[in-house]
């Protein structure tokens, strides 16, 4: 039976201070940020990309990977659901006109 994610509470994540040296304004992260954000290890972090359960990463080039800070603190408030029921959830979600989605 497929998991329903609901809105998302707003907790956790986005309540925090990011770690050192993380500063607030920061659009993209490389994954050892991104680890740390979520406190988990960078190799348990890559074991979790290579699975499907953390959201999809931003390729700005080849060796050059990163993760939207927005993704990530979305996704943790959502409970950190797998990458597949992640974009359903942000694919269902009504755009501003003044929005531009740039994800596809």
């Not at 707003?10 to 500063?23: N, R």
């Not at 991104?34 to 080849?62: E, F, I, N």
């Amino acid at each position: 039976m497929p998991v329903t994610i609901s809105d998302p509470p707003m907790s956790s994540l986005s309540d925090k201070h990011p770690p050192q040296g993380v500063d607030d304004a920061l659009l993209l992260v490389p994954g050892k940020v991104a680890a740390q954000l979520v406190s988990v290890s960078l190799p348990t972090w890559t074991r979790m990309d290579a699975a499907g359960k953390v959201p999809s990463p931003v390729r700005l080039s080849k060796g050059c990977v990163r993760w939207r800070v927005s993704d990530l603190r979305l996704w943790v408030d959502l409970k950190c659901p797998p990458r597949s029921e992640f974009e359903a959830y942000l694919n269902r979600q009504p755009c501003d006109s003044t929005d531009i989605d740039l994800r596809q």
